[in-house]
């Protein structure tokens, strides 16, 4: 299984991007999908997530700005409202229950005037 996340650029802060992860299966075959980010540590940091039921959870740091929904052939992450402090690599992450997650490659976001 593979995934695969785009739509990361350069923005002002206060704009808008939308970030896709596409994915080599069906992307309802997975129960949970999720974003991350890279974090100034070495773990990941978690942004957003969405289930199979369609139920949501945010970083509080996102919340109110940052929506997660997924389509049969998509996960998206609408971002507005986007600060200097979003500015990171942003990955796609889902897991089918009972396999290992998988992830994709990171798409940079950058958020500067």
């Known amino acids: 299984v593979q995934l695969q996340a785009s739509g990361g650029g350069l923005v002002q802060p206060g704009g808008s991007l939308r970030l896709s992860c596409a994915a080599s299966?069906?992307?309802?075959?997975?129960?949970?999908m999720n974003w991350y980010r890279r974090g100034p540590g070495t773990q990941r940091v978690f942004v957003a997530r969405?289930?199979?039921?369609?139920n949501t959870i945010y970083a509080d740091s996102v919340k109110g700005r940052f929506t997660i929904s997924r389509d049969n052939t998509l996960m998206y992450l609408q971002m507005n409202n986007l600060r200097p402090e979003d500015t990171d690599v942003y990955y796609c992450?889902?897991?089918?229950?009972?396999?290992?997650?998988?992830w994709g490659q990171g798409t940079q976001v950058t958020v500067s005037s």
């Open positions: 992450n889902a897991q089918i229950y009972g396999t290992i997650p998988r």
């Open positions: 969405i289930t199979r039921a369609g």
């Open positions: 299966i069906n992307i309802s075959d997975f129960n949970v």
